[in-house]
């Protein structure tokens, strides 16, 4: 909070109300009385770490390249992985692969020119590798001098780089500047460390404690030509990441899976506000800046290696991220049920309890949900397509007996009145929406005789079903979104009973390959009304997951995390404000809705104290 102190003699403006927060950021700094609360406010600054979407693959010891809003995770363990993701500011998607896997190594540079140096791989052989990225593809370079792993870097470029410490597994003090063709051995750090962290460029650089062998406190400085030994961290640590520049810093995390973060301002350290998820062997936005780093991946706990990742802000607007947030319960707990609609209004219907398939339905009016007209046939591995006031349901199973349906229905908002039927029995559709009432589209599945598994697709025209375009890949317990002539059919199990990562999208004539999934996954929910920006949301991968994704017609990134595991239920909605019903949880059925809510930003003005 400001002090008197802070904004003395400065002119203040007399106003009868606050500023709006809309207008804070080019109010930033200004501070003004208002003449109804009697009170001195002002938008003051804060710092926030804030959870965005997780990566794909858990991991620790690992380096990282470029920015907050544009970030490359590299390899990592253990054991080693040559995995590497790419961050575009809201998620993580799956990127190219390192040429050789290892962990404790680091990086430097953008998403378009990166390195990945040093490292070590299994059974613990320590590096003198050095691989160069150009934005598609990973080459050997020049070898680093010192073969070493737990070392740290900085540089903003992957021709100016210097990577300092680490071990081989001696400790070293070891300092070597990279050209873009050759590395040179240069000053040294005073003190010998690894697991220590570096920011800044391969001329004005930090070096943030680390260890050797107890952790330490100590910072240093880089010149362009040599180290000087400047004001310490509060809390000596290694195993932390940093980010920013030599006037402005900032580091986090470190043994003991800590959440300290502290501040640097060119001369000394503050402690400020913690990470939400405390953690070590971490890695961050090594190019970034104080006013946004990043915080990726880590060790959590082991063996808990860890996909978390969390957006720093130093600012007067506060960020809420992407999230999904609880709506009210569903009345019957089910799974493999049908759902239509939307997040405002939703319609829910069939499913399986313990008996084995159920005829009720429910509608949703954005906060609870109410029991409506019945079913007409009982049955669970259902699908749906169409509005709360204009549903449809079609296919699935009753048990036992076994019996596949080929029966549709259509729901007006009051009743459900039986259709025609589809041309061939099909269930084993989780996770389907396609299209409208007068427009769906039936993806796959399961048919007679059981267990047959499809590539067979239906579309329907508000009167007859009618045999559309064939899958490429034949499977069941996919999930598919988006309209009939605009459709996804994502992941699922195919005849061998294997996850897959196959994604197809469909004209309305014929399916195409699209981009494969993060990973295989079935039983997922699925949401949006267009195959270039859908969702899905947990699922088996193989595990039951809470892990999301979303789509924009070309590649998936993560999405933020459903808050409860779950698989076997049905989503609704676009991608930007889905909904996902009920399914199955560890503990068993659930009657659990979830709410997909967009991030903002806000401000909110404060009194100023005087002290």
């Avoid at 569903?330 to 799974?335: E, F, P, Q, V």
């Avoid at 676009?574 to 401000?603: C, I, Y």
């Amino acid at each position: 909070m400001a002090t008197y102190r802070e904004i003395k003699g400065t002119s203040i403006p007399y106003l009868d109300e606050d500023y709006p927060s809309s207008v804070a950021a080019e109010q930033a700094g200004q501070v003004w009385y208002n003449s109804t609360t009697g009170k001195l406010r002002a938008f003051i600054a804060y710092d926030t770490w804030a959870t965005t979407s997780p990566l794909n693959t858990a991991r620790r010891q690992l380096g990282t390249a470029g920015t907050q809003s544009a970030n490359l995770a590299i390899g990592g363990g253990p054991p080693n992985i040559a995995t590497v993701e790419e961050y575009n500011g809201n998620g993580w998607a799956a990127g190219t692969n390192i040429n050789t896997a290892r962990f404790l190594l680091t990086g430097a540079g953008s998403t378009t020119a990166a390195i990945a140096v040093g490292g070590r791989t299994d059974p613990g052989s320590d590096q003198d590798l050095n691989e160069t990225w150009n934005g598609s593809a990973w080459s050997e370079a020049g070898d680093i001098n010192t073969a070493r792993a737990q070392l740290a870097s900085a540089g903003a470029s992957s021709t100016a780089v210097i990577a300092f410490g680490g071990a081989t597994p001696s400790v070293v003090d070891v300092n070597e500047v990279w050209d873009g063709s050759s590395w040179t051995e240069v000053a040294d750090l005073n003190t010998t460390a690894r697991n220590l962290a570096g920011a800044g460029t391969s001329t004005a650089a930090l070096a943030i404690a680390g260890e050797d062998p107890g952790t330490h406190a100590k910072v240093e400085s880089w010149d362009g030509s040599s180290w000087t030994e400047i004001n310490n961290v509060n809390t000596a640590r290694a195993g932390l990441a940093a980010s920013g520049t030599t006037s402005a810093g900032v580091a986090f995390g470190g043994p003991g899976t800590s959440a300290l973060t502290e501040l640097f301002d060119g001369t000394s350290w503050t402690e400020t506000t913690d990470l939400n998820s405390g953690r070590d062997y971490l890695a961050g936005s090594p190019t970034g800046t104080l006013a946004a780093a990043m915080a990726v991946a880590g060790d959590a706990g082991s063996p808990n290696d860890s996909t978390h990742s969390e957006e720093f802000n130093h600012s007067i607007l506060t960020f809420t991220p992407d999230a999904w947030a609880s709506g009210g319960n569903i009345n019957t707990a089910r799974n493999f049920s049908g759902g239509a609609g939307d997040q405002d209004a939703g319609l829910l219907f069939g499913g399986n309890p313990p008996s084995g398939g159920l005829n009720v339905s429910e509608e949703y009016n954005g906060s609870a949900w109410t029991e409506g007209d019945n079913l007409n046939q009982v049955r669970y591995r259902v699908s749906g397509a169409g509005t709360q006031t204009a549903g449809l349901a079609f296919g699935g199973l009753t048990f036992p007996p076994r019996s596949i349906k080929n029966e549709s229905e259509e729901y007006n908002g009051t009743s459900w009145t039986e259709g025609n039927n589809l041309p061939v029995a099909t269930s084993d559709l989780a996770g389907s929406r396609c299209g409208t009432q007068t427009a769906a589209l039936k993806v796959g599945g399961m048919a007679t005789p059981f267990p047959t598994i499809t590539d067979k697709c239906a579309e329907y025209d508000g009167t007859n079903w009618a045999e559309g375009g064939d899958l490429g890949t034949a499977r069941y317990f996919m999930g598919a979104c988006g309209a009939q002539t605009d459709a996804l059919a994502i992941g699922g199990y195919n005849g061998s009973a294997a996850l897959i990562g196959t994604v197809e999208e469909y004209n309305g004539t014929a399916w195409t390959a699209g981009g494969a999934a993060p990973t295989a996954w079935a039983n997922m929910a699925a949401a949006g009304t267009v195959s270039t920006a859908a969702v899905i949301a947990g699922g088996d991968i193989p595990g039951t997951t809470d892990i999301a994704a979303t789509y924009d017609g070309t590649s998936w990134v993560t999405f933020s995390s459903l808050n409860t595991l779950r698989h076997k239920m049905p989503g609704a909605g676009a991608q930007t404000k889905a909904l996902v019903m009920g399914g199955d949880g560890p503990p068993g059925m659930l009657t659990a809705t979830e709410e997909f809510s967009a991030g903002s930003t806000a401000a909110e003005a404060a009194d100023v104290d005087f002290d």
